[in-house]
Structures are given as C-alpha cells and as structure tokens.
C-alpha cells in the first residue's frame, strides 16, 4: 500500500538522480520503495516536464503492478497541481445586454456584452473587473455584427472557453467613456457551474458558498475522469515541447 499521506508540498527530500529512485520503487524492501516515491514527489515538484515524461510511460507500461500504482498516485498529485491550467478556460463573470455603439480608436461601430455579475475570487475580480462593464474585445477579436458576439461557437464565451485554463487573456473593456485593456488569468471552467445557482450580491458579485464550492473542486481533482483528461492532456503537450 502507498502511504495515502504522502504529498508533494510536504517533501523535503533532494533527487540526486531520478533513475535510481525509478529502479528503487520496485525494490523488494519496502522502505526503499517508500524512500524512492517521496523522492521522486520531491524531484516532480522541481522538474514536472521530466517527470512526467517518465512517469507516465512507466504508469501504462511497467511490468510491476506497484510500481505502476505508485506512478499513478505521483501522477495524480500533479494532476490536482495542474487543475487550475487544464481544460477550457473560465472568467467569472455572468453576462446580460448586449451593447452597440463605438469606442475611442475605432471608429466603426462594434457590439459588446455587459458583466452583469462577477463571482468572487474569479479571474474577472482579480482583473479588477466590474459590474457594468462592457467587455467589446477579446485579444485581437472585435464583434461587427449582432449575433457574432453571442455566438455559441464563436462569440465572446466561446472564445474564453477555448482560449483554456492557464491562459492569459486581454479584454477590451468599456468604462464610463473609457476604453480600458485588462488582463486576466484564466482558471479551470468547474464541471459543476452550469449547475450551480449563485447569491447575487447588491454589489452585483456572485457569492458562493466557498466551502461546498472548494469541496466539488477537490472531488472533481480526485475523480477518474479528470485524470484521464489530464493524461491525454499532458501526453499532447509533452510529445510536441
């Protein structure tokens, strides 16, 4: 059994060399095999392209049951790291009207979106967003035509959706007369937001409750399905680096 205790933030332990530890996980004693998975946890916080370049081959094709299930924890403790950079990315803002006319620098008219919430803590309040704003680029993106900005494959959700998690975005935002550029870090879009039903808040901030949130979360970082997108995921990337 692999000590379910084990973490990669509480390692202390320095890698002299990866091999050795790989060779050691499917030693007969088991102290070494414990040594060599905290070592190798401490050696993927430090170098997690390397190791995920080999661990996952090792997870699907060592021979040794163990030490492939050992793999399989490491992996999955990078997986729970990498939560907020994986999948399609998410703002945190609800959106309402739309709005036309045109903006300092540009003069043809163009269309854009009104924030009407912002959920607390989301990448759209730490961007200073606000409730009113109208969001009328997206990067290099403009809107000429009603329907282009809410379309469901193209328009404004959709390309926040596709830009994905981990990702840095520029909004062009509409202030008060003022054309604003804002940035923003895009965070993993929850499985279970469509679901969800926030407190709108008088300020127009979306509360949740944080506690029940932050446990769908963890859940959803545990579970199996998030895993395997994360494998196929990080296979893409590490193939083509």
């Given at each position: 059994m692999?000590v379910?205790?084990?973490?990669?933030?509480?390692?202390?332990?320095?890698?002299?060399?990866p091999?050795?530890?790989?060779?050691?996980?499917?030693?007969?004693?088991?102290?070494?095999?414990?040594?060599?998975?905290?070592?190798?946890?401490?050696?993927?916080?430090?170098?997690?392209?390397?190791?995920?370049?080999?661990?996952?081959?090792?997870?699907?094709?060592?021979?040794?049951?163990?030490?492939?299930?050992?793999c399989?924890?490491?992996?999955?403790?990078?997986?729970?790291?990498?939560?907020?950079?994986?999948?399609?990315?998410?703002?945190?803002?609800?959106?309402?009207?739309?709005?036309?006319?045109?903006?300092?620098?540009?003069?043809?008219?163009?269309?854009?979106?009104?924030i009407?919430?912002?959920?607390?803590?989301?990448?759209?309040?730490?961007?200073?967003?606000?409730?009113?704003?109208?969001?009328?680029?997206?990067?290099?993106?403009?809107?000429?035509?009603?329907?282009?900005?809410?379309?469901?494959?193209?328009?404004?959700?959709?390309?926040?959706?596709?830009?994905?998690?981990g990702?840095?975005?520029?909004?062009?935002?509409?202030?008060?007369?003022?054309?604003?550029?804002?940035?923003?870090?895009?965070?993993?879009?929850?499985?279970?937001?469509?679901?969800?039903?926030?407190?709108?808040q008088?300020?127009?901030?979306?509360?949740?409750?944080?506690?029940?949130?932050?446990?769908?979360?963890?859940?959803?970082?545990?579970?199996?399905?998030?895993?395997?997108?994360?494998?196929?995921?990080?296979?893409?990337?590490?193939?083509?680096?």
């Amino acid at each position: 059994m692999i000590v379910s205790a084990l973490s990669l933030g509480a390692i202390e332990l320095v890698v002299p060399d990866p091999q050795k530890a790989v060779e050691k996980m499917a030693s007969p004693l088991r102290v070494e095999r414990e040594t060599a998975t905290k070592s190798l946890a401490q050696w993927a916080m430090q170098q997690p392209s390397q190791a995920k370049r080999t661990l996952i081959p090792l997870f699907q094709q060592h021979p040794e049951p163990e030490v492939r299930e050992r793999c399989r924890f490491l992996l999955k403790a990078m997986a729970a790291q990498d939560y907020h950079r994986m999948g399609e990315g998410y703002l945190g803002i609800s959106m309402g009207q739309e709005w036309e006319g045109v903006v300092t620098g540009d003069s043809a008219k163009r269309f854009g979106l009104v924030i009407t919430g912002i959920s607390e803590g989301s990448p759209a309040a730490l961007a200073k967003l606000q409730v009113g704003d109208v969001i009328v680029s997206l990067a290099d993106q403009t809107w000429r035509k009603s329907q282009e900005i809410i379309d469901p494959e193209h328009g404004l959700s959709a390309k926040i959706r596709a830009a994905g998690a981990g990702k840095e975005v520029v909004l062009g935002v509409w202030r008060h007369q003022q054309f604003l550029s804002c940035k923003a870090m895009l965070t993993r879009r929850p499985r279970m937001l469509d679901q969800w039903q926030p407190q709108m808040q008088p300020n127009g901030a979306m509360k949740w409750d944080q506690t029940e949130w932050q446990k769908q979360i963890d859940e959803e970082k545990k579970s199996a399905e998030y895993f395997q997108e994360w494998l196929e995921m990080t296979k893409k990337e590490i193939s083509v680096e």
